[in-house]
């Protein structure tokens, strides 16, 4: 194997570099659906991967006429009451129909991930043209896709609460692909990567005015500031991240203070966006304004 770095993609006619890396620190609040970065000039919430499908009803089909198809080719194979026999070497058929039903499923769980992957690396892009140096929370996504463990009732209705947490988000939108790719670019530029900062810096629950922490359920959407004033949830976290101290325990309160003005502008710019936007993730918590 040969050690080398990649080739960087210019322009035939006018020799520019096609994906220049920018200057300056960027705050990224990624979330299993929705990425929100704040940099020196543009501050955006976005949905990943929006041209994505959710898949998992086609999925679901296919794979019942599958199970149907295998048990009828099969019928030797199960017990009567309809489980795999088990202690027994089985040998297992597959009908014209079955392969041609697996071949229509491989093809829709590739459209997809060819899908993701190329709005990815076009996001990765654009995040790398607008600075060179990256921060996000240290997120373990493994447990958020994990069932929680906890029976508990809900305190409004007095039904059990679901178990279900965000296994499909993840798993649709792949959000620890689009870091590791834009931390690749970054190393392959001789750059530092994308730097994690531990999640005990706390950012969705920081006020930099007050200078203190205030802990709100996943369901708030909104940061209320002391002058009464709407600040989205996830664009605030990003701005805060954006301004890190270096030592990565809090923040840069003198920075924070000097460009939350500037921040404010093109908060209430993407706010505006987002409320005319043909369509919005439920968790960004964006009322939208019908033409």
Known sequence: MLECKPYIKKDPQSGEIRHPIGQGPVGIDIGPQTIAYAANGEVKLLELADRVQNIEREKRLLQRKLDRSRRATNPDNFNPDGTVRRGVKLTWRKSKRYMAIQKELSYLQQKQAEIRKRQHNELANHL???????????????????????????????????KKRFGKSVANKAPAMLIEMLNQKLLSRSRE??????????????????????KKPL????????????????????????????????????????????????????????????????????????R
Request: hydrophobic share 35%; proline share 3%; no cysteine.
């Open 193 to 214: 990567g994308v730097v994690k900062v531990p999640t005990s810096v706390r950012a969705s629950q920081y006020n930099h005015i007050t200078d203190d922490y205030q």
């Open 219 to 290: 369901s708030q959407r909104w940061n209320i500031m002391p002058d009464g004033k709407r600040i989205q949830r996830d664009l605030y976290s990003a701005f805060l991240l954006q301004h890190m101290n270096t030592a990565l325990d809090g923040f840069d309160l003198p920075s924070l203070q000097r460009d939350y003005e500037i921040f404010e502008q093109l908060h209430d710019k993407e706010i505006e966006r987002l409320r005319h936007s043909p369509k919005t993730i439920a968790s960004m918590g964006i009322v939208r304004t019908v």
């Open 128 to 162: 790398l043209s607008l600075g060179d140096s990256f921060y996000v929370e240290d997120m373990s996504w493994l447990s958020l896709t994990h069932r929680a463990k906890e029976t508990e009732i809900s305190e409004k209705t007095g039904r059990y609460k679901r």
